[in-house]
């Protein structure tokens, strides 16, 4: 069973920084694929950053130029790098992972984290 862990949310004024790590338990020839969502109260979920398998980024238009995703695989981590937050960046910020790889000692499944709250004051 993989499991997902975030951490690192905290209470920042605006302009300031933060750096969110998430880690996934897992071994073997797996990859894991990982992005981040966030949601705020009475809003829908929505994406922020994926940091694939092969190195490739993506981030919302919301925090690109801001947010920066880097991953360490000898670790099954990845860090979410927020600077220059602002209060619309007030959400929990949850990590899903998806694992792919050699079946069945890998199976395709996505696995979601129990999240990081992140609260940026005016």
């Known amino acids: 069973q993989v499991q997902v862990k975030e951490s690192g949310g905290d209470s920042v004024v605006a302009g300031g920084s933060l750096r969110l790590t998430c880690q996934v338990s897992?071994?073997?020839?797996?990859?894991?694929?990982m992005t981040w969502y966030r949601q705020s109260p009475g809003k829908e979920r929505e994406f922020v950053s994926h940091?694939?398998?092969?190195?490739?980024?993506d981030y919302a238009d919301a925090v690109t130029g801001r947010f920066t995703v880097t991953r360490d695989d000898a670790k099954n981590t990845v860090y979410l790098q927020m600077n220059s937050l602002k209060p619309d960046d007030t959400a929990m910020y949850y990590c899903?992972?998806?694992?792919?790889?050699?079946?069945?000692?890998?199976?395709?499944?996505?696995?979601w984290g129990q999240g990081t709250q992140v609260t940026v004051s005016s």
């Open positions: 899903q992972t998806h694992v792919g790889g050699p079946y069945p000692v890998c199976n395709p499944t996505s696995y």
């Open positions: 940091a694939n398998h092969d190195g490739s980024t």
């Open positions: 897992g071994d073997g020839p797996c990859t894991y694929d």
